[in-house]
């Protein structure tokens, strides 16, 4: 058995949790947890250690044994709301082909920030096109989390050899061959030919709805909508319809 199985299953122990009720609280697989408990595994992510150790309330080195456990420590001692704030850049689509390796920081405008328990590769976009209205409108903000495995009807953000942009769609897999598939029906689904690389799976959607009734606060510019983004489309839209009508 190694040090981490060990330490994970005193601490699992201690606290009186099973893994599936340890798998819900940090949002970790339950076969991932199994496998650290068992034994199985002496390698995992840190996107899979960090959760865990913060719910335990040791860092890291002390949950897979390179740092003995603080000896003055309650035992027992467990935080089930562990959860804060994480601040990820916010990319446009042309950004985020070049995230993480060779984006420069000072080239990222906006962040946003999300309560989800997600790595420091994680980042986000927002919804530039109609492939997905259905289901997103424009305008929303997905969180990508890149340390995640790809599976079977996951929505992604992928980039495909030679396009300047990224794509958002669903990945369907039959085998061997894998489809991009969007939700607007007046899209085809389309099977992947070329070479992809998947930059990582959406773990939230954040959707705002009638932003453009909201009051502004005039006195902070920052609060404007800038000249591409949705909201100020849709205004310049409207008002050429009135014009028009007039």
Known sequence: ???????????????????????????????????????????????????IAKFFNVNISQLIGDEPLDPSRFVGTHNPYYRKWSRLPLLSWTQAVQWPQTLIPTEIQSYISTELNVSDKAFAIRMEDTTM????????????????????????????????????KQILMDGPDVYLK???????????????????VMVQALTEYHTERRPINTETENLLPDA?????RRKDFLHEITVESS
């Open 228 to 232: 591409n983004s949705p909201i100020k």
């Open 133 to 168: 209205i259905n289901r997103f409108p424009l305008g929303t903000i997905f969180v990508i989390e890149p340390t995640m495995d790809v599976q079977d009807k996951d929505f992604i953000a992928l980039h495909i050899e030679n396009e300047e942009k990224i794509q958002f």
């Open 1 to 51: 058995m190694t040090r981490l199985s060990t330490i994970l299953r005193t601490l699992m122990h201690e606290v009186g949790i099973t893994v599936t009720e340890l798998a819900r609280q940090t949002n970790i697989g339950q076969p991932v947890i199994h496998r650290m408990a068992s034994g199985e595994t002496d390698n995992p992510k840190i996107g899979s250690l960090s959760p």
């Open 182 to 200: 969007p939700l607007n029906s007046d899209f085809e689904t389309k099977k992947l030919t070329k070479t992809f690389r998947a930059l990582g």
